[in-house]
């Protein structure tokens, strides 16, 4: 079966906005790369992959500033998929259940507030499906190369730049298809400003992996969160040869408090209530990989803190009774420097009057 099951979740969104006429401008997210007729900027990608037996469905909302009018997504995947609209509301839930616990701490600085700093040939292309989805047009088609796929995609007005089409080749070669998503605008002259629409795709896997290698050919960093719903807490592997791998943000169960509060959450949660969620920015050029997701050993609940710092004087400063002593001693200070100089006053004027 070519492992199947890591093809499964390997490509489950490698994500590849496509242009639909012209040239277009050419981006990346984490999950793939980004065409559109304008730039796409502060392009932030967060992701829910939901693990269910041998069912994977990938969640993704990709959020950025742009005037684009047209866009599309190319998504290899290793098996037909189901695509479907998504509420993007979950995203927002989904911040809040996993949110880092703040703590509050002091740190004395001196006089001027100056502390330390804070911390080919013979090639062919089948379709499978051809359907409308909202404001999507998809396509699930098959080829034998990248040179096949590429030449379909022009004849449907895609335009998919050679470095992308060759980071498909693999993908191609291991017998996935390709998921072609145009997207079109439900009013004239409106905008992805903001963001593209969120949208969820499933599929059967085995070995749960989230597609990041097509990132390799993004201009900029890549930013990531990425959650993963299941039976158990799950480990994600680094995609960069070097840097940072992603980092682990929150985990824990849901509660049933937690899906009362949350309604989107609470439509699609099912019965797999463990949540892990991880942070991550990438570096293209550290990409070789795809994020591979294991379960770990164990379910050991953990929220990430962030610390609030706040300066304030330093110098031993005095406590209430002292600051009281002390303004007492000013103010005794004050009136017999007072009196002695009315008396000094007094005594001249008594001379002067003598006189």
Known sequence: ?????????????????????????AGACACGAVLADQRLQSVQETALVQLSGDTEAITLNLSAQTDATRAAFLMPVPARAKFELADAAVFAELDDVSRPRVEQREVEIDGDGSGGAAPGAGAQVTVTDHTEVGPFEVAQLTGTDSGAVTDWLGDKDFELPPDLADAL?????????VVAVRLTPEQAGQTFDGGLPSMRLTFRTGEPVYPMRLSATADYAQPLRLYVLADHKMTAGNPAAEGTGPQLTFAGRLR?????????????AGEQRFLTRYDANFEPANITDDI???????????????????????????????????????????????????????LRRTRTTSS
């Open 292 to 346: 591979h997701l294991t379960k770990a050993p164990a379910d050991d609940p953990y929220r990430s803190v962030v610390v609030q710092t706040n300066y304030v004087s330093g110098g031993g400063g005095l406590d209430t009774g002292d600051e009281v002593t002390l303004w007492l001693a000013i103010t005794a200070g004050i009136v017999v420097l007072g009196g002695g100089a009315f008396l000094l006053w007094r």
């Open 1 to 25: 079966m070519r492992n199947i099951v890591a093809k499964l979740m390997t490509l489950s969104l490698v994500a590849a906005a496509v242009l639909l006429a012209g040239p277009g401008v």
């Open 169 to 177: 080749t693999p993908y191609l070669a291991d017998g996935w298809l």
């Open 256 to 268: 049933e408090a937690d899906l009362e509060k949350n309604e989107a959450l609470a439509k699609i």
